[in-house]
């Protein structure tokens, strides 16, 4: 019988200094390959952050690039234009998958306040670097 996988996954979402965030921590595999059960750099769960900036912190005709010099842990990984209902928004976000994250690991795994760190961080960046239109 074929049964559907499910991954679990855990999202915290706030705001600093008046911009939304959420940070995800996805479940990896239980039960991980063969070759990789010893392995010092296994890790239960993986991390990502996002940022959400309103359309209104970026002068005309600049978006992604302005991203190029702010902090991300790792680099930026994730961009994406978004549109709802009453607001028009770009949604940036990193991973915590390279391997000097995994030799990190092989000390103690990342929590949510080492995310919230870099969240805080990206975001001061954001208004040191970006000017607001709003």
């Known amino acids: 019988m074929d049964t559907t996988k499910l991954n679990k996954s855990t ?3 706030g705001k600093h200094k008046g911009i939304d965030f959420k940070i995800i921590r996805w479940g990896k595999d239980a039960d991980p390959p063969k070759a990789l059960k010893d392995s010092v750099f ?3 769960w993986n991390w990502n952050y996002y940022i959400i900036v309103p359309f209104g912190y970026f ?3 600049t978006k992604e690039d302005v991203f190029d010099s702010i902090y991300f842990h790792g680099g930026m990984t994730y961009y994406e234009e978004k549109n709802s209902r009453d607001r028009k928004f770009v949604e940036v976000g990193c991973d915590y998958d390279h391997g000097y994250d995994m030799e990190n690991r092989a000390q ?7 995310i919230l760190k870099n969240v805080e ?3 001061g960046d954001i208004h040191k670097q970006l000017t607001i239109i709003a």
Do not use: H, P
Not at 108 to 114: A, H, K, M, S
């Open 59 to 61: 002068a005309e005709g």
């Open 121 to 123: 961080k990206t975001i």
């Open 42 to 44: 296994l890790s239960t």
């Open 11 to 13: 999202v915290w979402r």
């Open 108 to 114: 103690r795994e990342y929590d949510v306040d080492d």
